[in-house]
């Protein structure tokens, strides 16, 4: 490709790209033209909207009811506001809206937004006076229908209150007279609506609604709440003060302490209380009445509680009172037993002070808890608490003695083994002895031509051993650690030295007897003969070990199953 070529194919290129932003340029302006024209028509639309026929049309039904001043004067003022709308405002936005097409056609982008913003903000404020301005113009224009319809629902709804009245009336005899006066002021409220509506005079007219509908309100919750707040004022909580006082006064004199209920206080608070909201209720005030009442009459019935539970723990820690005495009796008498031998104890097991430090420590503890139970029971005979205080103390006192008791056992446990080690070495003493002397029994009663070295050696450990051991039996005081480590050392080296003396015999009985076995062969093997005569040699030297092992090797050329008769003879 010729180089005339390239520079053909770029000047292409550029001719083409060129087209492209000359393209994208036209439709971008067409599309910011489309979208300018838009928000010029909603604008448009938004600022036509404002003054619409229906401000116009209220203002006229308005001046067909005028029919004294204040409503004349209001008319007028209306009309004004009206006419800055209509001649002021609405001509702003006409000149706004021109501006802002001709920026549209010359103007930068920022100046377009800004310019739209201010016209988007100047339509709005003028929508709003105008809204506004209806809204007012219709109180007044649409008052007779919108108030004649609400008082309807008004009358209706006194009419239902009242007629329940007057079905329960005795339900309501302490109101009578506040109802009967709320009454007329009703029936008055309703006739001044008449008589302003007759006129015209709609600004009294709200007043006299609203007056209308908070007193039939108000009404309608006396008469549906009042009867339970005078039953429960005047006789349900009348009756639970009675019945409480009554169980109180019995239960003091049968000698509970409920001072910490602070029930005289409370009725004296809740009879207040209830002369409060009654007082309230004479001006048909009822707020939070129910409410306090029900809290009032819910504390009296959870008193119930108070006391039942009082009289279950009186039963609960006259139970402990007891247990606990008895247990803290019965440990003082076991401490004080101790306490007096201790030194005898310390004495004969050679125990030092830190080792029965813990029964001065049990001593110490128990007299505490005595004294704190000591306490305990004067408050109980003086009455000075209620029960489920002392309950609480005595059981923190059980707790306390539970621990204590748990450290005598174990006190008591420990000192008991001592004196048991002592007695179990005596018995083991003795029980090593008949060991020692069974060994030298048996080791006499086979007639064996040499006693082996390791006997003696075994029998004199062993004597030693029983000698200390006896040594440490006999002194005073004992020491339990030492004497137990005397006991096994002697027991072992007895049932050693017993052990040796078995395996020796048997040992010796089966290395004679093979012997014996094997002179059968003598004549007819040379080499056994030689052997056995060595295997005798060791025996007579007290060698019975390798005395067996040469007599076996030698008869095993003859009799192959030596071994096994041997083991067989041995196990048996």
């Known amino acids: 490709m010729t180089d005339s070529l390239y520079e053909i194919l770029g000047i292409v290129y550029a001719v083409v790209i060129v087209i492209l932003i000359i393209l994208v340029l036209i439709l971008l302006k067409k599309h910011n033209k489309k979208k300018y024209n838009e928000i010029l ?40 506001r009206y006419g800055i709308i209509k001649e002021q405002d609405i001509p ?19 100046e377009k937004n800004k310019a739209i913003a201010n016209l988007e903000l100047n339509v709005y404020y003028a929508k709003t006076k105008s809204d506004y301005l209806l809204n007012e113009i219709k109180e007044i224009s649409l008052s007779e229908s919108k108030n004649r319809e609400i008082v309807t629902k008004l009358k209706k709804d006194y009419r239902e209150i009242y007629l ?6 005795d339900e309501y005899e302490i ?53 339970a707040i005078i039953m429960m004022g005047k006789k349900l909580i009348p009756v639970k003060i009675s019945d409480i006082r009554n169980i109180h006064n019995k239960m003091v004199k049968e000698g509970f302490n409920l001072d910490y209920l ?19 209720l004479n001006v048909l005030n009822l707020t939070d009445s129910i409410f306090e009442l029900k809290t009032i009459l819910s504390y009296f019935e959870s008193l119930y509680n108070d006391f039942d539970n009082e009289r279950i723990t009186k039963k609960s820690f006259e139970e402990n009172m007891r247990k606990v005495a008895i247990k803290c009796k019965r440990m003082l008498e076991i401490i004080t037993k101790l306490s007096a031998k201790i030194e005898d104890i310390k004495y004969s097991y050679d125990l030092s002070n830190k080792e029965v430090k813990v029964i001065d420590e049990l001593n110490i503890n128990i007299k505490a808890i005595q004294n704190d139970y000591d306490v305990v029971q004067e408050n109980y005979r003086n009455k ?19 621990k204590n008791e748990d450290k005598l056992e174990l006190t008591l446990k420990t000192l008991g083994g001592l004196k048991e080690d002592e007695i179990r070495a005596h ?41 200390t ?60 003969n030689n052997g056995l005569k060595q295997a005798e040699k060791k025996f007579y030297a007290g060698n019975y070990k390798e005395s067996l092992e040469q007599a076996i090797n030698s008869i095993s050329l003859v009799d192959s199953d030596i071994h096994q008769k041997l083991i067989t003879a041995y196990q048996k």
């Open 427 to 467: 018995e083991q003493f003795n029980e090593i002895e008949l060991i020692l002397k069974n060994a030298k029994e048996k080791i006499s009663s086979f007639k064996l031509p040499l006693i082996p070295e390791i006997y003696y050696i075994q029998l004199n450990e062993a004597n030693e051993a029983i000698n």
């Open 92 to 110: 702003k936005l006409n000149d706004g809206l021109l501006e802002l097409e001709e920026l549209f056609k010359r103007g930068s982008f920022k």
């Open 469 to 528: 051991m006896l040594e440490e039996l006999n002194k005073k005081p004992v020491s339990i650690k030492i004497l137990n480590t005397r006991v096994d050392t002697a027991r072992d080296l007895a049932l050693k030295l017993f052990k040796t003396t078995n395996e020796t015999i048997k040992t010796a009985n089966l290395a004679e007897n093979t012997i014996i076995y094997g002179n059968r062969y003598k004549p007819i093997n040379e080499t056994l």
């Open 175 to 227: 109101l009578k007279v506040p109802l009967e006066l709320q009454f007329e002021n009703v029936d008055k409220l309703f006739g001044a609506f008449e008589i302003s509506m007759e006129n015209n005079a709609y600004s009294e007219v709200g007043k006299i609604v609203k007056a209308l509908d908070d007193t039939i309100g108000n009404l309608t919750v006396v008469i549906e709440e009042s009867p």
């Open 41 to 80: 028509l909603r604008l448009e639309k938004d600022k036509n909207l404002i003054l619409s026929g229906a401000i116009q049309n209220e203002l006229n039904k308005v001046g067909a009811l005028i029919n004294n001043k204040d409503l004349e004067k209001q008319y007028k003022l209306w009309q004004s």
């Open 262 to 280: 602070n029930i005289d206080y409370n009725i004296s608070e809740s009879e207040k209380k209830i002369a409060d909201v009654f007082d309230r």
């Open 384 to 402: 000075s608490f209620a029960f489920s205080r002392l309950n609480k103390e005595l059981e923190h006192l059980n707790l306390r003695l539970a």
């Open 164 to 169: 329940k009245y007057q079905k329960n009336p």
